[in-house]
């Protein structure tokens, strides 16, 4: 499997941006699935993105239309690009991979690898 890193967190304004990236090594990364979720104190963990091997793209309801996930396989990353942050959208955001599709986006045993996290945190 892959080792994960995200990079790009911070602090940020209501309605502000950021973009998180999601660098892989160890494999080719072109082959996987890679998903982001994000978990903030004191709830699980939860779905926000993934895209597949072919840019297939799916969104949780909370952030369609604000977030965009992208893949870049020449540089073993994957991005997040978070537009209209909101307060409600701070958490530990952490990427999660695995080499091919499961049979799910959506769950967190559908994939194999994960990163460390990095903190989003959204002033109202």
């Known amino acids: 499997q892959v080792q994960l890193e995200e990079s790009g967190g911070g602090l940020v304004q209501a309605g502000g941006s950021l973009r998180l990236s999601c660098a892989a090594s160890?494999?080719?990364?072109?082959?996987?699935?890679v998903g982001w979720f994000r978990q903030a104190p004191g709830k699980e963990r939860e779905f926000v993105a993934a895209?597949?091997?072919?840019?297939?793209?799916v969104y949780a309801d909370s952030v369609k239309g604000r977030f965009t996930i992208s893949r870049d396989n020449a540089k073993n990353t994957v991005y997040l690009q978070m537009n209209s942050l909101k307060p409600e959208d701070t958490a530990d955001y952490i990427c999660?991979?695995?080499?091919?599709?499961?049979?799910?986006?959506?769950?967190?045993?559908?994939?194999?690898?994960w990163g460390q996290g990095t903190q989003v945190t959204v002033s109202s």
């Open positions: 999660a991979a695995n080499r091919g599709y499961s049979g799910s986006y959506y769950y967190t045993t559908s994939y194999a690898s």
């Open positions: 160890g494999r080719t990364f072109s082959s996987y699935v």
């Open positions: 895209i597949s091997w072919l840019t297939n793209t």
